[in-house]
């Protein structure tokens, strides 16, 4: 059975999923140092990642923002650390 979400802002939405968090032309990719930072597989990452997508929206949308779970903040705290991919490109989205 699949799970479908009503989006207040497609287009947002569609933004941050089309965003990617590795760089293409990177060495060590951004999904690599954190699965390696963090000790987790890359699946586990991707998901990690793709959960970081969903806090991001609500973000968003939501007038109060968004808390993030644990598992979260780890992506977000190594986005940070990528100061131009964060300030720089992602921004650009919004």
């Known amino acids: ?12 939405w569609n933004r941050i ?3 990617s968090l590795d760089a293409p032309d990177a060495d ?3 999904s690599k140092k954190l699965a390696k930072e963090e000790n987790w597989s ?11 997508k969903k806090f991001v ?3 968003c949308i939501l ?3 968004a808390s993030p779970s644990k598992i979260v903040d780890k992506v977000w705290h190594m ?5 131009q991919s964060y300030w720089e490109d992602f921004a650009l989205i919004f």
Not at 1 to 12: Q, V
Not at 42 to 52: G, H, K, S, V
Request: charged share 25%; hydrophobic share 40%.
């Open 1 to 12: 059975m699949e799970t479908r979400m009503l989006l207040k802002d497609e287009s947002l």
């Open 17 to 19: 999923q089309g965003f």
């Open 28 to 30: 060590f990719p951004f």
């Open 42 to 52: 890359l699946d586990f990452t991707r998901r990690a990642i793709e959960e970081y």
């Open 57 to 59: 929206y609500l973000c």
């Open 63 to 65: 007038p109060n923002g």
């Open 79 to 83: 986005h940070l650390i990528y100061t």
